[in-house]
Structure formats: structure tokens, C-alpha cells
């Protein structure tokens, strides 16, 4: 009866874990585009952004070893578009998803792309 039980656990902690999540938990690394890309300091700047990593969890973000959580990070969609949204409190930041490896964070002419790494 108990490998019974155990087994039993097993698969409902296993369907627990394939239900959650949003589907983008992982490490990133960053790079920016955009219009400015081209500029000598933009790619100087690109190096260095390429040696730091973002983790995104379930509801938490990590960068720089300082840990931000979230009430919820969630996929909405707008239009034909795909956004990863953070929420917190009244808050709402918002990547927009390229596909299932790079979002994309867009601050007017310069573009920070995040790509998954792990």
C-alpha cells in the first residue's frame, strides 16, 4: 500500500508542476538593438551588457544578485502580439515575446533583447 501511496503522490506532484509556471523561467542574457545599435558606445556598451544575466522564475526576477518578486508574471496577448507581463501591486511591466527564447523590452529607439541561455 505505501508504494501505492508514493506513487500516487509521484504523479500528482508531477501534473502539479507541468501546470504551472508561465513558461519562460529561465536565464537571459541581454543585448541591445535598435536604431543605435551601430554606434561605436552602444556596442561598447553591448559587451558589457552581454555578461550579465537575468534569471526569470515563476513570480521572481533575479539581476545582479538582488532578487524582485512578483504577484504574478503572466502571457497576455495584444493583437497579434505576445507579452510576458510582470505584475506587481497596480504595476504592470511588460517584454514582448519574439519566440520562446528572446523577449524583447523596447524603450523608445533602443531595444533590450533578453535570450534565453539556460
Known sequence: ?????????????????ACGGH????????EIGGDVSQNPMVQALNEK???????????????DGEKHEYDSIVVESE???RYLVFVKGDEREKFKIIDDDTLE???GFVKIRLVRTK
Open 79 to 81: 493583437g497579434d502580439n
Open 23 to 30: 513558461g519562460f523561467e529561465g536565464e537571459y542574457r541581454m
Open 49 to 63: 551588457m552581454a555578461e550579465k544575466r537575468l534569471v526569470i522564475g515563476e513570480n521572481y526576477t533575479v539581476s
Open 105 to 107: 523590452i523596447n524603450e
Open 1 to 17: 500500500m505505501n508504494i501505492v501511496r508514493m506513487v500516487g503522490f509521484l504523479v500528482f506532484s508531477l501534473a502539479l508542476a
